[in-house]
């Protein structure tokens, strides 16, 4: 490679296992510093990837770069990264000290610094004091802290965690994602976290990769991601979305029009290669996009009428199902309860009126 | 009968049948240290007078303890070197995609159904066409060929139960393979090494058929014995001997299974 590198570069990586192919021509590249997410529901191929970052598994085409290092020859024992694995992988015949300070042993720090390191480690995840204990004792919250103080120990350039907050329950899970991007701030080590938590994913990263069947559908910030999915797939799996089909029957200028199953007339800007006089799109449109209300005018642009099916409580707030002539499912709509009494109480069946901005729609290809 | 699940009911046909099946298996082997406290040399009830005696000669017997040292040492060496075999064999079976995997154990299974009189032959027309000289060495030879088996079986279920990704995570914390068998590995499976030796042990310390066939001039435990059934006049003193054996036996696979078992579990659910 001649052009300039980024940290990370993963260029061509296929991984074949028999005829399935678990990953398929992947290119990506990671900045150092970087808390990068690989998201995708499992069998994505995005833990694979992981493991062919850390060396437990060889990429059957392509080649991984590690600060500028070509990895496929170089033994895991020897790669500039570090794991937390999915089950945290806590050697049950050590105590945490043991566990911590086991990366250590070629180092040769003496006694004292090697027990500095490891308290400092321990202090780092919260947990002084605990050197003496068992994996068996410990909470799987606190398994997960020594698997990160073992393997930050070693400072490595990337530290790879493979759905390292799967197992822990919700509460704890969000404590931890705080934690987490505290300290990846703190230490400034690249992060490649696997995940299919598309929220968690969101929340932690500085840029996500959405895969499915072993390809990248998309690499973006999280904000991005959310706002401009480039396709169905993408804006399904992040996220609720309502989709609808759509056919341009006319452009002029900059603006188009559509006409939206379901939604009717709609006019767009008619920016982009999607827009085109005669082609069949799909409008998306978030939940939290649309705006619910019990009175409304069927001439008013931007504005359907609907009758509510069901709602779904979520103590913060609610969803509602609105039911429109024209499109097959109902459309889901996210209420807002600020307090101040402006959700009000629906009815099943009741009449209710949607409307949204021009802005919120997202323009896809169509499937 | 309140408060007991299903599963829990007591079955009397079924308790009766776990008390004959039991009473056949043992009320036999039982007579074996019942009659080494007999006073006569004749097998016969009524018992009339109890003594210590027989065991008091065993430990004047020198040949005995010759033979008790020899089956030590074939013991021992038999126990460490199919120990060693098993972890290796054991390692590679449960933790490597080889081709011809099963067939492989299978083949290495094979001695514990192959019958211990065809192997015996088999193994005494090749020693002798090889041109060894019967010895301690050769039983030792034929003593490890059936014991490596159950140390595979051992070890396997050792391996089985431990998560590969604690492998994983020693190489990706800087250990190579070797590192990482002295580290990790081994520690894990260090139980089931010890349940493997003592199981082994006591394989070889029982063994008479092989040993039969393979046996130089220096006369195993068991072959000793055998030697003297010839005298009746010997008889208690066997008798006494095969009590002490008997309870030894008991006692190491028990320790054997108990450490099988022991932490098992917890080696799993750390995983």
Not at chain 2, 66 to 94: D, E, H, P, Q, Y
Not at chain 2, 104 to 121: D, S
Request: glycine letters at 8%; aromatic letters at 10%; charged letters at 20%.
């Amino acid at each position: 490679m001649t052009t300039k590198q980024s940290f990370i570069t993963i260029d061509g990586v296929s991984k074949h296992f028999g005829d399935v192919v678990a990953v398929d021509n992947v290119s990506i590249d990671i900045e150092a510093g970087e808390f990068f997410s690989l998201l995708g529901p499992s069998g994505c191929g995005k833990t694979t990837l992981l493991r062919m970052l850390a060396g437990f598994e060889s990429t059957t085409t392509g080649e991984i770069y590690i600060d500028g290092k070509a990895m496929s020859e170089i033994p895991p024992h020897q790669r500039p990264t570090n794991m937390v694995f999915q089950n945290y992988a806590i050697f049950p015949h050590l105590d945490v000290a043991g566990n911590i300070a086991y990366g250590l042993r070629k180092d040769k720090l003496g006694k004292v610094e090697q027990n500095r390191r490891v308290d400092e480690a321990l202090e780092m995840v919260k947990l002084p004091g605990y050197g003496k204990r068992r994996a068996h004792e410990l909470s799987g919250g606190q398994q997960q802290r020594i698997a990160l103080a073992r393997a930050l120990i070693k400072r490595p350039k990337v530290l790879l965690l493979d759905e390292p907050l799967g197992a822990l329950d919700k509460k704890l899970r969000e404590e931890m994602q705080l934690e987490l991007r505290a300290l990846q701030e703190s230490v400034g080590i690249t992060f490649i976290f696997v995940t299919h938590d598309q929220e968690e994913a969101l929340t932690l990263s500085d840029r996500v990769a959405v895969m499915a069947r072993g390809e990248v559908l998309q690499m973006a910030s999280p904000k991005q991601l959310y706002n401009y999915p480039i396709n169905v797939e993408v804006a399904d799996f992040i996220g609720q979305m309502n989709f609808f089909d759509a056919q341009v029957t006319d452009v002029q200028d900059d603006q188009a029009l559509l006409d939206v199953e379901g939604l009717g007339q709609l006019k767009v800007s008619a920016q982009g290669e999607l827009v085109q006089k005669g082609a069949s799109l799909v409008v998306a449109l978030r939940p939290e996009k649309l705006l619910l209300s019990e009175q409304g005018n069927a001439g008013d642009e931007n504005t359907i009428r609907g009758e509510l099916s069901t709602s779904a409580y979520l103590g913060s707030r609610s969803h509602y199902f609105v039911a429109v002539d024209g499109c097959e499912y109902p459309l889901e709509v996210a209420g807002h309860d600020s307090g101040f009494g402006t959700d009000v109480s629906l009815q099943r069946g009741s009449e209710v009126w949607l409307s949204w901005s021009r802005e919120s729609l997202v323009l896809l290809p169509a499937e | 009968m309140k408060n007991v699940s299903y599963i829990d009911r007591p079955n009397r046909p079924l308790f009766v049948y776990a008390v004959l099946f039991l009473a056949f298996l043992y009320i036999p082997v039982l007579f074996l240290p019942l009659f080494s406290f007999n006073d006569s040399i004749y097998i016969a009830f009524p018992i009339e007078n109890w003594t210590l005696q027989w065991y008091r000669d065993m430990f004047k017997n020198e040949p005995m303890i010759a033979a008790l040292m020899n089956s030590i040492r074939v013991g021992v060496v038999a126990s460490v070197l199919s120990t060693f075999l098993g972890i290796f064999g054991a390692k590679a079976v449960t933790r490597y995609h080889i081709p011809g995997r099963n067939p492989m154990i299978a083949v290495i299974m094979a001695p514990l159904v192959i019958p211990g009189i065809i192997l015996g032959v088999a193994l005494l027309i090749l020693i002798n066409r090889v041109g060894i000289p019967l010895s301690l060495y050769t039983i030792t030879l034929g003593h490890i060929l059936v014991c490596v088996p159950f140390s595979m079986a051992t070890l396997m279920t050792r391996f089985e139960g431990f998560d590969k990704s604690m492998e994983e995570a020693s190489a990706d914390l800087g250990e190579n393979a070797w590192w990482t068998f002295w580290r990790v590995t081994l520690p894990m499976v260090f139980p089931g090494v010890l349940a493997s030796m003592l199981l082994c042990f006591t394989i070889s310390f029982d063994e008479f058929i092989l040993a039969f066939f393979l046996g130089g001039t220096d006369p195993t435990l068991p072959l000793y014995i055998w030697g003297q059934l010839r005298f009746p006049q010997r008889l208690p003193n066997v008798l006494a001997l095969g009590a002490c054996i008997l309870l030894i036996s008991f006692f190491v696979v028990f320790i054997s299974q108990w450490l099988v078992h022991r932490d098992h579990d917890s080696i799993k659910s750390a995983g």
